[in-house]
């Protein structure tokens, strides 16, 4: 049975040396998709993040993304819209009652 052998860092990057670095083009799509979206619960804006309890795509060599949102910390996954983690609307409720008194 073969040891397992870890390559010096010179000699890795002396192997990927004129090879494009693709990962980045197939997870811009998918975070880009997550910018344009909402927060279901409050509408605020929605960061992309990668999944801490899937954090790797099956079909894709990248990682996993879901939306979480700027204002109330909501987690969702922008794909089915299922909430992984209802979101805080403390810090907005201020905002939304100061609306409405007006």
């Known amino acids: 049975m073969t040891a397992f052998i870890m390559m010096r860092e010179e000699d890795v990057l002396a192997a990927l040396e004129g090879h494009p670095y693709i990962l980045d ?36 060599p990248s990682f996993r993304y879901i939306g979480q949102c700027t204002a109330c910390s909501c987690q969702f996954d922008p794909g089915s819209g299922v909430i992984r983690r209802p979101g805080n609307k403390s810090p907005i409720l201020p905002a939304i009652g100061a609306r409405l008194r007006d």
């Open 25 to 60: 083009d197939i997870a811009k799509p998918a975070t880009e998709q997550i910018r344009k979206t909402r927060c279901p619960e409050c509408a605020g804006v929605v960061a992309p993040m990668v999944d801490p309890k899937d954090p790797f795509d099956k079909n894709l």
